[in-house]
Nanobody, 125 residues
């Protein structure tokens, strides 16, 4: 059974940083593309980033490009999202997810197969 557990969220001031972690269990994540998406109140779900399993290629939403970095440690079955220069508009619940789409298609930010319960990120003064 696919299980994904996010952690690392919290309250941070604008301009600050957080690193989110996504721990995978119940399956071998080394064979899957892993994505991060976020959901803010009264807003549509937004794909943030994804990383491939084969060549570690990545894809980012324009809204986070240059500020967020996705990475993975397959030895630990964990995917990370380093978030720098955070802005109030980054406030949302962040989820990691499994997707069947490769980063080169961009659809890895749109369609997800399974995801965790999320971790809250709040950016405020």
């Amino acid at each position: 059974q696919v299980q994904l557990e996010e952690s690392g969220g919290g309250l941070v001031q604008p301009g600050g940083s957080l690193r989110l972690s996504c721990a995978a269990s119940g399956f071998n994540p080394t064979f899957y593309v892993i994505s991060w998406f976020r959901q803010a109140p009264r807003k549509e779900r937004e794909g943030v980033s994804c990383i491939s399993a084969s060549d570690y290629s990545t894809h980012y939403a324009d809204s986070v490009k240059g500020r967020f970095t996705i990475s993975r440690d397959d030895a630990k079955n964990t995917v990370y999202l380093q978030m720098n220069n955070l802005k109030p508009e980054d406030t949302a619940v962040y989820y990691c997810a499994v997707t069947h789409w490769a980063p080169r298609t961009g659809r890895c930010l749109l369609e997800f197969v399974s995801w965790g319960r999320g971790t809250q990120v709040t950016v405020a003064s």
